[in-house]
């Protein structure tokens, strides 16, 4: 092969790769959710067993969000979820529902682990549509 055709192989197998590594292991192997949004209030229900599952959620930034972590398992490892971002760290008990609540200030990723920061899942954030203003 000439050089630019090794080059043009690499930067495909490094595209592969991202491709995999973003979808299959940053995060997504728990499944995405967008949240329903009840009386303006954005839900969404994590099962914790082994991880989180939707690893990723997807909420309007600027509203209230509410993870309803349900844990279905007794191992220590995912006890606690910490939310950095917003100062959360609550104990999840085992074979309950338990809510935390925050509201994302703007658009962006935030974070949710287990209390060793080992089992991932993240809030995408995004800009809500803007409302038109002025009218009467
Ligand atoms: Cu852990």
């Known amino acids: 092969m000439t050089p ?15 491709v995999n590594w973003y979808f299959f292991l940053a995060g997504a192997r728990g499944g995405i959710a967008i949240a329903s949004t009840p009386g303006g209030l954005q839900s969404v229900r994590v099962v914790v067993q ?25 191992s220590g490892c995912t006890e606690e979820v910490v939310i950095p971002d917003f100062g959360i760290r609550t104990f999840l008990p085992p074979h309950q529902t338990t809510p935390v609540q925050f509201t994302p200030p703007r658009p962006g990723t935030y974070e ?7 089992v991932r899942g993240r809030v995408e954030a995004y800009e809500e549509e803007v409302k038109v203003k002025g009218e009467g």
């Open 50 to 74: 082994g991880g989180y599952a939707p690893a990723v959620v997807r909420v309007a930034a600027g509203r209230p969000v509410r993870l309803e972590f349900e844990r279905r398992e007794t």
């Open 4 to 18: 630019p055709e090794v080059a043009v192989t690499l930067a495909g197998i490094a595209a592969i790769a991202w």
């Open 112 to 118: 949710f682990t287990c209390g060793m920061g080992m």
